[in-house]
């Protein structure tokens, strides 16, 4: 079965500061893999995904991340936060052999200090 | 306009009621799905339907019974309410099946029921 594992419950980061969320994934053939962020109060929004190819993805808000099929991987970076990225941020993994289906992984809420 | 919307945004109720939220899409999608998010923000599919035909059910009691009148409506009804279904419920929606072409779901802001 899919599952994904986010480590890290919690990050604190100032405000300028480098961040990097993990993302462990376990999926028996090629994933999709999802970042997608939830602001308080409102639903789950896209920031980026990897299908294939490039292994560096590019999303919105000036968010990367990096699929690392050895390592079963697909940590979200951002080299400079704002105040605006506080958030919980969900890793997701899914593909056809899954029916389609995601999974979530439990999250990682992230606190940004002025 | 909002995409993705849900009604009620909040809902108290008591042990053994029967409730319903109500989800609308005007993304114009084929695909729309029911989540369930815990108090421990754990996010799980429960059920999807692709115009109108289930096509995920997880194992959910059931007691959840989807509704999809047409492609851009999916409603969820709970029969006799336990503590346990306390959570937040999002809808959302997809074009086709989703993962597999655009990879994007467009998530409503979720309904919290909270059950005493």
Redesign the interface.
Known sequence: AQSVTQPDIHITVSEGASLELRCNYSYGATP?L?W?VQSP??????LL?Y?SGDTLVQGIKGFEAEFKRSQSSFNLRKPSVHWSDAA?Y?CAV???AA????T?G??TRVLVKP | DTA?SQTPKYLVTQMGNDKSIKCEQNLGHDTMYWYKQDS??????MF?YNNKELI?NETVPNRFSPKSPDKAHLNLHINSLELGDSAVY?C?SSQD????ST????????SRLTVL
């Open positions: 999709y999802f997608y109060g409102q639903g789950l929004q896209l995904k299908f919980e969900f899914g593909g056809r029916g389609n289906k995601l979530f439990g999250g | 993705v421990k923000k754990f996010l799980k599919i999807s995920i999002f959302a099946l989703g993962i597999t990879g994007e779901l467009f998530f409503g802001e979720g």
